[in-house]
């Protein structure tokens, strides 16, 4: 190294202002993804207690909890990727690779998020600190070590999905349809092999590296994880929807939202294995059919348990 290459590699880092830190630690707690805590709300929805007097306070703290947890597995996971995530070409922009966190902060201010979170889901329920327990637990293993497992990543991932939907049931006492807890796990699977997948397609683009994990999977077996999972999440979805009709004296209107579910869940895959396919959310928010198919699912079964 020379003399002048001191000068160079010190202005690369930006300053660490008190407002610049701040917004580092925001940004990489991630509030964006906040969003995917309202499968909280899923089994009370649709068992047709979402309205039921004490229930909203429970699942607003599930909700919280979760965002606090998930914020403090994020910078968990971006302190330990540093070195990693600095020879990406795009995750090198996040707060604490670029320099703007310390490590050691964004750890410290994970240690308070996730203490804070089992905290505050004791107002709720002992059951609802065990899911978030077992959650937060499972998410540090996977952010130290089975990130880097095949078959192990998926699933990893889409546990958060499925825990998610439990902490709904855990924090407000009601009891979970086994479809329900079907559906919710195959449709994360199915979700997160698509996005998987597409981060394959994108990696073959572009040369970049994605992810290591990604170098033991062949697209074909991620596309074989992605139908396996499609296939079961549309059957007992099915299945589900037929129990509801059931429960909630032979209404037609849970059997009809099969139809945009289905066709939903196409869409959503014709979007994936175009290889532009991103987070789920994001997918989501740029394909406006999906966006129509999504309403009209969800009002189906607004008519089949509250109507």
């Known amino acids: 190294m020379t003399s002048t290459d001191v000068p160079t590699?010190?202005?690369a880092v930006p300053?660490?202002?008190?407002?610049?830190?701040?917004?580092g630690v925001l940004k990489t707690m991630r509030p964006r993804q906040w969003v995917k805590n309202v499968l909280v709300l899923a089994a009370p929805f649709v068992g047709g207690d979402l309205f039921t007097q004490g229930i909203a306070i429970h699942l607003a703290v599930?909700?919280?909890?979760f965002s606090l947890a998930a914020s403090g597995i994020y910078l968990v996971n971006?302190?330990?990727?540093?070195?990693a995530d600095r020879a990406h070409p795009t995750?090198?922009?996040?707060?604490?690779?670029?320099?703007?966190?310390a490590p050691r902060l964004a750890l410290g201010v994970a240690v308070v998020l996730l203490l804070g979170a089992l905290a505050l889901s004791l107002l709720a329920s002992v059951q609802l600190v065990i899911v978030l327990a077992v959650y937060i637990a499972v998410q540090l293993a996977y952010c130290f070590w089975l990130k880097h497992q095949p078959v192990l990543d998926i699933c990893i991932v889409a546990s958060g999905f499925l825990l998610r939907a439990i902490a709904g049931g855990a924090a407000t006492g009601i009891a979970l349809s086994q479809w329900f807890l079907l559906?919710?796990?195959f449709g994360s699977l199915f979700m997160v092999a698509g996005k998987r997948y597409a981060e394959m397609m994108l990696a073959e683009r572009t040369g970049a590296k994605i992810r290591k994990s990604l170098e033991s999977y062949s697209a074909s077996y991620l596309r074989f994880v992605w139908a396996l999972s499609a296939t079961v999440l549309i059957t007992t979805y099915s299945l589900w929807a037929f129990e509801i009709r059931e429960e909630q004296h032979n209404t037609v209107w849970s059997v009809i939202s099969i139809v945009p579910f289905v066709i939903a869940v196409l869409r959503y895959s014709v979007d994936v294995d175009s290889g532009n396919g991103g987070e789920p959310e994001e997918l989501a928010l740029a394909d406006r059919v999906l966006q129509?198919?999504?309403?009209?699912?969800i009002g189906t079964l607004v008519l089949a348990v509250y109507a």
Not at 93 to 98: E, V
Not at 292 to 297: E, F, H, I
Request: aromatic share 4%.
């Open 183 to 185: 559906v919710a796990g």
């Open 9 to 11: 590699e010190q202005a």
């Open 78 to 83: 971006d302190a330990n990727d540093v070195a």
């Open 91 to 101: 995750k090198r922009n996040r707060p604490i690779a670029a320099g703007i966190v």
């Open 292 to 297: 129509v198919l999504a309403l009209l699912w």
């Open 15 to 23: 300053p660490r202002t008190p407002v610049s830190v701040t917004r």
């Open 62 to 65: 599930a909700f919280v909890a």
